[in-house]
């Protein structure tokens, strides 16, 4: 267990090519989760994908924590036998899935998932034991 600026951070595993983390339904989990991911990126050689990485992480904990009061996990794993792809994963203990909205230019939120479509290689959705994930994959140097 660690501590992110007051924050606590509980680490699951980060052995490897997989690295996963739980933070509190917390307004200071999107700043430790945007930290965490980017030093574990850095580790990993992987900074030409950290921002985005960080902001597409940001974004869905975001989203989390607008609905869930438990905790979150941030998971990322470089799958092996799929070089050059990164797996990262969101979840929460709520079971309702997220939707897409369309987003009028002075809206200041509704576009996370907009931006998740466009940035990463895919995305989706599914549903676990207690709540659900909402994972993307995007492409990395080999």
């Known amino acids: 267990?660690?501590?992110?600026?007051?924050?606590?951070?509980?680490?699951i595993d980060t052995g490897g090519d997989c690295a996963a983390w739980t933070f509190p339904a917390d307004p200071g989990a999107v700043r430790a989760a945007r930290s965490v991911v980017r030093d574990r990126l850095r580790d990993w050689d992987l900074d030409s994908v950290g921002d985005l990485t960080a902001l597409l992480v940001s974004e869905l904990v975001t989203n989390a924590l607008r609905y869930a009061t438990g905790p979150i996990g941030v998971r990322l794993t470089r799958p092996a036998g799929l070089g050059g792809v990164l797996l990262v994963e969101v979840s929460d203990p709520l079971p309702d899935f997220p939707h897409?909205?369309?987003a009028?230019?002075?809206?200041?939120g509704g576009r996370g998932l907009q931006l998740l479509d466009s940035t990463s290689r895919r995305w989706g959705t599914r549903t676990g034991g207690a709540g659900k994930t909402v994972w993307f994959e995007l492409a990395v140097p080999r």
Do not use: A, K, Q
């Not at 267990?1 to 680490?11: A, C, F, K, P, Q």
């Open 100 to 102: 897409e909205r369309v």
């Open 104 to 108: 009028r230019p002075d809206d200041e």
């Open 1 to 11: 267990m660690g501590s992110l600026g007051g924050e606590v951070i509980h680490v």
